[in-house]
Each structure stands twice: as structure tokens, then as C-alpha cells.
């Protein structure tokens, strides 16, 4: 069993710099891969990021390619979401997910967290 915690959202201005955590608890948690998605109010649920369980792979949707990036520390149980340039069209509430495979479809996720509010105005 595996529990996430995400916390770092904010209200921002566009252009700044904003880090997400995904704090999780379970002695599994550094053979799952993770990944990043979020929803803007109105709008499904989208992929982000994803990194593999070694963090020696990663993925990124071209909408966050070159601002976007995600890190874990396996010794920590965290992964990190750092997002640099941020725009108005990156206001939705972000969720940490870990599944047993490295993938961009949500119903490879397993594990969920309750989500972190990001808010840029223009």
C-alpha cells in the first residue's frame, strides 16, 4: 500500500517558478514508477510527467516540454515537480500517481493522491 501526499501549489504569477512534492509513505514506493497529471476546472484530467522508478527515465507532455521537470529521491520517498515559466493555462489542481509502469494513461496508476491547487495569473 502505497499513500501520497502532494503539497507546494500556489497562487503565482505567469512567468515564475513553482516546486510540487509528492510525499509518499510505503517501504514499495521506490520500485513504482510516478507520474504528474493535472485538471483545470471544466476540463479532463491530463498526463504531465512521469518518471520511471529509478528516475533514470522520464516523459513529458509537449504542452510542459522544456519548463517542466521531474526528480525523485527514492531515499526520501518524494518526487518532485519543478515548474519554471509558468502560464495561465497551467492553473489546475496537480496529482502525484504511482503505478508499476512507466506510462501516460491514467489507468496504469494504481495510487493517488488528493491533489495540490496551482494558480497563475496573467
Known amino acids: 500500500q502505497v499513500q501520497l501526499v502532494e503539497s507546494g501549489g500556489g497562487l503565482v504569477q505567469a512567468g515564475a517558478s513553482l516546486t510540487l512534492f509528492c510525499a509518499a509513505s510505503?517501504?514499495?514506493?521506490?520500485?513504482?514508477?510516478t507520474s504528474w497529471f493535472r485538471q483545470a476546472p471544466g476540463k479532463e484530467r491530463e498526463f504531465v510527467a512521469a518518471?520511471?522508478?529509478?528516475?533514470?527515465?522520464?516523459d513529458y507532455a509537449d504542452s510542459v516540454n522544456g519548463r517542466f521537470t521531474i526528480s525523485r529521491d527514492n531515499a526520501e520517498n518524494t518526487v518532485y515537480l519543478q515548474m519554471n515559466s509558468l502560464k495561465p493555462e497551467d492553473t489546475a489542481v496537480y496529482y502525484c500517481?504511482?503505478?508499476?509502469?512507466?506510462?501516460?494513461?491514467?489507468?496504469?496508476?494504481?495510487?493517488w493522491g488528493q491533489g495540490t491547487q496551482v494558480t497563475v495569473s496573467s
Open positions: 500517481a504511482a503505478g508499476s509502469r512507466h506510462s501516460r494513461y491514467q489507468h496504469h496508476y494504481v495510487y
Open positions: 510505503g517501504r514499495t514506493f521506490s520500485s513504482y514508477a
Open positions: 518518471i520511471s522508478w529509478s528516475g533514470a527515465n522520464s
